[in-house]
């Protein structure tokens, strides 16, 4: 191997896919939203809106959260009262939602996300450099020579990612999901800030509103340094409402709200320590259609996961074309010393982001089971990973690893395979 993946990220050659799994996840998977029209509201002075139930600081069932308060003051002005139907802001959000017509409005919508029409914006925030303030470091940009020798964390698959690895920082990170099952034990978005106040990691790089209120809530002295946007890399997002494509009305109303009410909208993000930003700095309209995409914070569909609301089309879930030439094989399988080094460069380009850390699953499917659809064909998914499949959709950073890192990998999917030995063809 000539080049290895770190060479290539320290090249600058990375681009990396916000949304590819993770969006906050962020601002990337808050959207879904039913037809509503002002007579709806003649009928019904209620304001459906989609919220989630377990995802603060942005919104849960007990309406503790910053979204939940601004939906009651937008509400107000509307003469209506805020009625919420719950559902998670990770995968499926619009098509449990907006498609089955249960709620008319979801804040905190990446201005520029393609499911829904989207208002003009009520906050502009950015993903932000946290470190502890009693550490005496140094820090005033990710271009400080001090994160060379420092612990970082970041959210995988977003945004500030892809900065990270443009500086050659990747040895330095640590990655953590902005994914979870609120049912289940797995991490939420905030443990990387709580790592961050436990010494864990000396640096977290997130997205500004969760940051913020990690820093106001968790009693460590945390200091928060906002990061500016960067040439193919948007850090700052607009933060608007989203209505039903086609719902001009509910719009117009909502951004007459949304003036009105401006004053108490920035109180109440300032209440819980949202950093906010300046209107325009270069950000694009939508982590999704950035170099990454979802937006942010599992967040409250933070502009790292907004590309992954919905499931793949239809052609996506297509057979692949068959491979030109003789079909490949990898050279590792069975490589105990190579499945080691596979299973580094797993957590390192951040494939546990979407399949979980033993790949059994999490955001995108298992990998290592039947519930894998390529799982027996070695060629497939080097192509696969390789971005050779046009009709498939893999983060973009993938594509630039060496064949030999990809068999890597590959190596170490296969010696944890859980699933039928039938299938076995590698």
């Known amino acids: 191997m000539t080049r290895s993946f770190r060479?290539?990220?320290?090249?600058?050659?990375?681009?990396?896919?916000?949304?590819?799994?993770?969006?906050?996840?962020?601002?990337?998977?808050?959207?879904?939203?039913?037809?509503?029209?002002?007579?709806v509201f003649a009928q019904s002075p209620e304001l459906r809106v989609c919220g989630d139930p377990d995802n603060l600081p942005y919104s849960n069932e007990r309406l503790e959260g910053f979204e939940n308060r601004i939906a009651a003051v937008v509400a107000a002005e509307l003469g209506a009262t805020p009625v919420y139907a719950w559902w998670p802001h990770q995968r499926g959000l619009v098509r449990n939602t907006i498609d089955a017509g249960t709620c008319d409005v979801i804040f905190g919508v990446p201005e520029g996300l393609?499911?829904?029409?989207?208002?003009?914006?009520?906050?502009?925030?950015?993903?932000?450099?946290?470190?502890?303030?009693?550490?005496?470091?140094?820090?005033?940009?990710?271009?400080?020579?001090?994160?060379?020798?420092?612990?970082?964390?970041?959210?995988?698959?977003?945004?500030?990612?892809?900065?990270?690895?443009?500086?050659?920082?990747?040895?330095?990170?640590?990655?953590?999901?902005?994914?979870?099952?609120?049912?289940?034990?797995?991490?939420?978005?905030?443990?990387?800030?709580?790592?961050?106040?436990?010494?864990?990691?000396?640096?977290?790089?997130?997205?500004?509103?969760?940051?913020?209120?990690?820093?106001?809530?968790?009693?460590?002295?945390?200091?928060?340094?906002?990061?500016?946007?960067?040439?193919?890399?948007?850090?700052?997002?607009?933060i608007s409402m989203g209505v039903a494509k086609g719902n001009e009305a509910l719009k117009d109303r909502l951004e007459t709200a949304i003036d009105r009410r401006r004053t108490e909208i920035l109180a109440i993000l300032e209440e819980y320590g949202v950093p906010l930003v300046p209107a325009g700095g270069g950000a694009a309209a939508s982590p999704a259609a950035g170099a990454s995409g979802a937006a942010d914070p599992n967040a409250e569909a933070a502009p790292e996961e907004a590309a992954q609301l919905e499931p793949p089309s239809a052609a996506a879930a297509a057979d692949p074309p068959p491979t030109p030439g003789p079909r490949k094989l990898n050279p590792f399988t069975g490589n105990a010393d190579m499945a080691a080094e596979g299973r580094t460069?797993?957590?390192?380009?951040?494939?546990q982001g979407c399949h979980g850390g033993g790949g059994g699953g999490g955001m995108a499917t298992s990998v290592i089971d039947d519930a894998w659809t390529f799982g027996s064909d070695d060629d497939v998914l080097f192509r696969l990973i390789k971005g050779e499949i046009p009709e498939q959709t893999m983060p973009t950073v993938y594509s630039v690893l060496e064949d030999e890192e990809v068999w890597q990998i590959l190596a170490f999917i296969r010696s944890v395979y859980a699933g039928d030995p039938g299938r076995i063809d590698w």
Not at 214 to 230: F, I, R, Y
């Open 7 to 39: 060479s290539v990220i320290a090249a600058g050659r990375v681009v990396a896919a916000v949304g590819a799994c993770a969006l906050p996840a962020a601002l990337a998977l808050s959207v879904a939203l039913a037809p509503s029209t002002s007579a």
């Open 114 to 238: 393609d499911f829904v029409l989207w208002t003009r914006p009520y906050y502009r925030s950015a993903y932000v450099m946290a470190y502890r303030g009693d550490r005496g470091y140094d820090l005033p940009s990710l271009d400080a020579p001090g994160l060379q020798e420092l612990r970082i964390g970041v959210h995988v698959n977003t945004p500030p990612e892809e900065s990270l690895a443009r500086r050659g920082l990747l040895d330095n990170v640590s990655t953590y999901s902005l994914f979870f099952d609120p049912r289940g034990d797995r991490d939420r978005p905030r443990k990387l800030l709580d790592d961050l106040a436990a010494g864990t990691v000396d640096v977290a790089v997130a997205w500004g509103p969760l940051a913020g209120y990690a820093a106001a809530t968790s009693g460590a002295p945390l200091e928060l340094v906002p990061l500016e946007d960067e040439p193919g890399v948007p850090l700052s997002f607009d």
């Open 345 to 351: 460069l797993y957590f390192q380009v951040g494939c």
